[in-house]
């Protein structure tokens, strides 16, 4: 099963339905940090691949789910923070949804800071054992979203 974070379900619709019709793959779209984190907890045994989109419109700040020492700037950075500090992070390592593969599938421009941003985090994921985290650009990179799915264990 995919477990998909987008607050725009419209703008990935051939995205999942490359997953569901090429792949045959469950996806489980939720449309906010709160019902993903809930859903990430209870069944993360279930999820082979997490797709998580870096702008959520209208998050103010991550509360709900005990991150508070971050500011989202108006939901520009809350995909972000959600994979630094849920996903991938020291102390929670441990957790079984750590093993999880990533995709960041967002229309943000990459900039400089995005792009460090993700080396580090990949720098992380390899020193951990962790699977990579990869970034393909929504309505841009339809073929090699499909190609890495065919390359992974899902």
Do not use: H
Not at 23 to 28: M, P, Q, S
Not at 104 to 126: A, C
Request: aromatic content about 10%; glycine content about 4%; some cysteine.
């Amino acid at each position: 099963m995919i477990l998909w974070l987008e607050d725009r379900k419209e703008s990935v619709s051939l995205y999942k339905g490359i997953c569901e019709n090429n792949f045959g793959l469950t996806v489980k779209m939720v449309s906010n940090e709160g019902d993903f984190y809930g859903f990430l907890k209870n069944n993360s045994k279930d999820i082979s691949l997490i797709i998580i989109d870096i702008m959520l419109y209208g998050v103010k700040n991550l509360n709900n789910i005990d991150i508070t020492d971050s500011d989202t700037d108006s939901g520009k950075e809350a995909g972000w923070i959600v994979i630094e500090k849920i996903l991938r992070t020291k102390e929670k390592i441990k957790e079984p949804y750590a093993k999880i593969p990533i995709i960041i599938l967002t229309t943000l421009d990459f900039y400089e800071e995005d792009k460090k941003r993700l080396q580090d985090l990949s720098r992380f994921s390899r020193e951990n054992d962790l699977p990579e985290i990869k970034y393909f650009e929504k309505n841009m990179q339809r073929t090699d979203f499909a190609d890495y799915l065919k390359s992974i264990d899902l």
